[in-house]
């Protein structure tokens, strides 16, 4: 991947609020920086899972949640996602950032980084990883056509260089 030279966490900030989605829930981390910055009213959570549960209240209040959190967060939401989000169908996005894949080679990350695509398609979750170098209008309205008029969770997958982070 090239090196960004856009406001690609803006442009990102700033598309999911023009198409609908909020309120905004998330756990800091170092590669959603940029975006975490960008958001107007994020509300920080200091587990993901808690997010996730706070996320489907949103749902069900008639909303387009986002939760952003690190896959590792990902891992520790399974249970609130496989037997709460899913069965349910509560429309929420999920904003993934994926440690444990180039270029940050972390031991502790690696699992993770392997396990976070199959654990999604395994729940049932679609997902699409960003890409700053495409259309990121066109990329959110892949997740506005799941989340909002699907009713469905589908997640957005940041890899770590997106927003220009570096190890």
């Not at 991947?1 to 900030?13: R, Y």
């Not at 958001?39 to 959570?45: K, L, N, P, R, S």
Request: with cysteine; proline share 8%; net charge negative.
């Amino acid at each position: 991947m090239t090196a960004v030279t856009v406001d690609t966490a803006g442009e990102l900030a700033a598309e999911l609020t023009r198409q609908g989605f909020g309120p905004f829930y998330g756990t800091p981390c170092g590669i959603l920086a940029k975006l975490y910055s960008a958001i107007e009213g994020i509300w920080t959570v200091p587990r993901e899972d808690n997010a996730v549960g706070i996320a489907a209240g949103a749902a069900l209040a008639g909303r387009c949640p986002v939760v952003l959190m690190q896959n590792s967060g990902l891992g520790q939401s399974v249970n609130a996602l496989a037997s709460l989000v899913v069965p349910y169908r509560l429309p929420m996005l999920l904003v993934v950032s994926l440690r444990g894949v180039g270029p940050d080679s972390t031991q502790e990350n690696l699992v993770m980084g392997r396990l976070t695509e199959p654990l999604l398609t395994n729940m049932g979750v679609p997902w699409l990883t960003l890409d700053p170098e495409l259309d990121v209008p066109a990329q959110v309205s892949w997740a506005a056509a799941l989340v909002r008029d699907q009713g469905r969770a589908a997640a957005l997958l940041i890899p770590p260089a997106a927003f220009g982070w570096r190890p």
